[in-house]
């Protein structure tokens, strides 16, 4: 998320009462309200089923279509995400804004163009019928642009109009779907092209705060310069991907366990396991706002203090000061976040559990089972991955690499050895993933922090050269064929 930091710093430069309280709001808006709202959107069209007394066969497509549609955009937006937020900061860095709106459309072209053509391959040969199939070619690509617009929206702190555009998307899914049932158009198609309504009415909005804040002259020959630092920083898109693989790799993996169930062709969902990933992975949203905070507000002040001193007249004393006041700073944030989570999990294990029986769910002793092992799980991911992000500060881009992979690849060979077990074992091979990505990224920090200054200094090149590779050609040649394609010069030229 590029621009949560300059917001967030943004707000509490007010130095007003409820300057902490808006960032916190606003931190909370552009972190956690993202899946909650998503998770809004599924009970509306949950509860628009049961109305419509939905068979179970139907309700489990519809959970499918959605699901694959979330997964597969998010692995997509874990490999563009990153790279695009490291081009916002950086134009926001030098209050370079002009091209904001301008990025933000050919973001969004790029994003559909790979995204749309992968998964458009796929529904191909999942044999799930023409129909289905373009409806969720349209819903995969919805879920893709919003994932993309919501980096751009970090960048502003208008959180009221994002609460609106959230609410307005619930709003109109209920309505179209509700319209759609009432002409007697099949239950699923009904459903589905609700959601899809309901997306594009985000988008609208969501584009509309952008064209608000943002000048709105497109300048085409640079819409997409941001593929060229693909070539810079394509460990970033790396390291987003396999981040999104092991975070979710497991769940696939499960769908083709003993508690799968194919739905239809190549779409296969595990009820049980599915339920109790999404109800556990809320619990490390606490920690995530929390670090934002913590991080971007009373560490960032530490943080700018000591690379500053660098460039100013300062004894090699007062560096050394502002590193420890540094270090010190950031040690503070990560063990309020830690006991933020740890409350958090507990609670959820303790009393959640409690709560999720009481409620029409279905939980039964293995979901049970299964979410205490997940919420353990995805609270050590959280702390892992703020000590990972924690070291991006430093431009570990090479350990946060590695330490990706290794979380990936262990994610899902554990979770393949699961199956090789009893059934109430699934979730451990995630477990064994995330404690090795914990232990491997603070082992990293730990390295960066015993001797900064020589990652500081040290590691930089002594010649800047910038890289010019296949994205770097790629972004030219699609900025000239912006400029045709809008008739800004003519084909002679």
């Given at each position: 998320m590029a621009g949560i930091g300059f917001a967030i710093n943004k707000i509490v430069r007010g130095k007003k009462l409820t300057s902490k309280p808006r960032a916190f709001a606003y931190a909370s808006i552009v972190t956690v309200a993202p899946l909650l709202f998503g998770e809004l959107v599924l009970l509306t069209i949950y509860s628009l089923s049961n109305l419509a007394k939905v068979t179970i066969t139907d309700r489990?497509?519809?959970?499918?279509?959605?699901?694959?549609?979330?997964?597969?955009?998010?692995?997509?937006?874990?490999?563009?995400?990153?790279v695009i937020s490291r081009y916002l900061s950086d134009k926001i860095f030098s209050r370079d804004l002009s091209n904001i709106l301008t990025s933000y459309l050919g973001s969004q072209f790029f994003s559909v163009f790979l995204g749309g053509i992968l998964y458009g391959i796929f529904l191909l040969i999942s044999r799930i019928g023409f129909i289905y199939g373009v409806l969720a070619w349209i819903l995969f690509c919805?879920?893709?642009?919003?994932?993309?617009?919501?980096?751009?929206?970090?960048i502003i702190n208008d959180y009221l109009g994002i609460v609106k555009a959230?609410?307005?998307?619930?709003?109109?899914?209920?309505?179209?779907?509700?319209?759609?049932?009432?002409?007697?158009?099949?239950?699923?198609?009904?459903?589905?092209?609700?959601?899809?309504?309901?997306?594009?009415?985000?988008?609208?909005?969501?584009?509309?705060?952008?064209?608000?804040q943002f000048p709105n002259k497109l300048n085409y020959d640079q819409m997409f310069n941001f593929l060229k630092y693909f070539d810079k920083h394509w460990k970033l898109a790396v390291i987003g991907l396999c981040t999104q693989?092991?975070?979710l790799g497991h769940i696939v993996v499960i769908w083709f366990s003993q508690i799968g169930q194919q739905v239809r062709g190549l779409f296969?969902?595990?009820?049980?396991?599915?339920?109790?990933?999404?109800?556990?992975?809320?619990?490390?949203?606490?920690?995530?706002?929390?670090?934002?905070?913590?991080?971007?507000?009373?560490?960032?002040?530490?943080?700018?203090?000591?690379y500053l001193s660098f460039t100013g007249k300062c004894t090699l004393q007062?560096?050394?000061?502002?590193?420890?006041?540094?270090?010190?700073?950031?040690?503070?944030?990560?063990?309020?976040?830690?006991?933020?989570?740890?409350?958090?999990?507990?609670?959820?294990i303790s009393v959640g559990t409690s709560i999720l029986n009481a409620l029409p769910l279905g939980f039964n002793t293995t979901m049970n089972g299964y979410f205490r092992i997940l919420c353990v799980a995805y609270a050590?991911?959280?702390?892992?991955?703020?000590?990972a992000l924690s070291t991006y500060y430093f431009?570990?881009?090479?350990?946060?690499?590695?330490?990706?992979?290794?979380?990936?690849?262990?994610?899902?060979?554990?979770?393949?050895?699961?199956?090789?077990?009893?059934?109430?074992?699934?979730?451990?091979?995630?477990?064994i993933a995330t404690m090795l990505y914990f232990i491997i990224s603070w082992i990293n920090l730990e390295k960066i922090t015993s001797n900064l200054m020589y990652q500081i200094l040290g590691r930089q090149p002594i010649v800047f050269s910038e890289k010019k590779g296949i994205f770097y050609r790629f972004a030219i040649f699609l900025n000239k064929k912006m400029l045709v394609f809008t008739k800004e010069v003519n084909y002679e030229e």
């Amino acid at each position: 998320m590029a621009g949560i930091g300059f917001a967030i710093n943004k707000i509490v430069r007010g130095k007003k009462l409820t300057s902490k309280p808006r960032a916190f709001a606003y931190a909370s808006i552009v972190t956690v309200a993202p899946l909650l709202f998503g998770e809004l959107v599924l009970l509306t069209i949950y509860s628009l089923s049961n109305l419509a007394k939905v068979t179970i066969t139907d309700r489990n497509l519809i959970v499918a279509i959605i699901t694959y549609g979330l997964l597969g955009s998010l692995f997509i937006n874990g490999f563009v995400s990153l790279v695009i937020s490291r081009y916002l900061s950086d134009k926001i860095f030098s209050r370079d804004l002009s091209n904001i709106l301008t990025s933000y459309l050919g973001s969004q072209f790029f994003s559909v163009f790979l995204g749309g053509i992968l998964y458009g391959i796929f529904l191909l040969i999942s044999r799930i019928g023409f129909i289905y199939g373009v409806l969720a070619w349209i819903l995969f690509c919805e879920f893709l642009l919003s994932w993309n617009v919501i980096n751009f929206l970090t960048i502003i702190n208008d959180y009221l109009g994002i609460v609106k555009a959230f609410f307005a998307t619930i709003l109109t899914t209920l309505i179209m779907s509700s319209i759609f049932l009432l002409i007697h158009i099949s239950v699923v198609v009904s459903l589905l092209a609700g959601i899809i309504f309901g997306y594009a009415s985000f988008l609208i909005l969501a584009t509309n705060l952008l064209c608000q804040q943002f000048p709105n002259k497109l300048n085409y020959d640079q819409m997409f310069n941001f593929l060229k630092y693909f070539d810079k920083h394509w460990k970033l898109a790396v390291i987003g991907l396999c981040t999104q693989l092991g975070l979710l790799g497991h769940i696939v993996v499960i769908w083709f366990s003993q508690i799968g169930q194919q739905v239809r062709g190549l779409f296969y969902i595990a009820p049980y396991y599915d339920l109790t990933v999404f109800l556990a992975s809320l619990t490390m949203l606490a920690s995530t706002v929390q670090f934002i905070i913590s991080i971007e507000v009373d560490f960032f002040k530490s943080y700018r203090n000591y690379y500053l001193s660098f460039t100013g007249k300062c004894t090699l004393q007062e560096i050394r000061k502002a590193e420890r006041d540094m270090t010190e700073s950031l040690k503070k944030g990560m063990k309020q976040t830690v006991w933020v989570q740890l409350i958090v999990t507990l609670l959820s294990i303790s009393v959640g559990t409690s709560i999720l029986n009481a409620l029409p769910l279905g939980f039964n002793t293995t979901m049970n089972g299964y979410f205490r092992i997940l919420c353990v799980a995805y609270a050590i991911y959280g702390l892992a991955n703020i000590v990972a992000l924690s070291t991006y500060y430093f431009g570990n881009l090479t350990g946060s690499y590695w330490t990706s992979i290794s979380f990936a690849t262990v994610s899902i060979l554990a979770t393949v050895a699961t199956l090789y077990t009893n059934t109430l074992f699934y979730g451990f091979g995630f477990l064994i993933a995330t404690m090795l990505y914990f232990i491997i990224s603070w082992i990293n920090l730990e390295k960066i922090t015993s001797n900064l200054m020589y990652q500081i200094l040290g590691r930089q090149p002594i010649v800047f050269s910038e890289k010019k590779g296949i994205f770097y050609r790629f972004a030219i040649f699609l900025n000239k064929k912006m400029l045709v394609f809008t008739k800004e010069v003519n084909y002679e030229e």
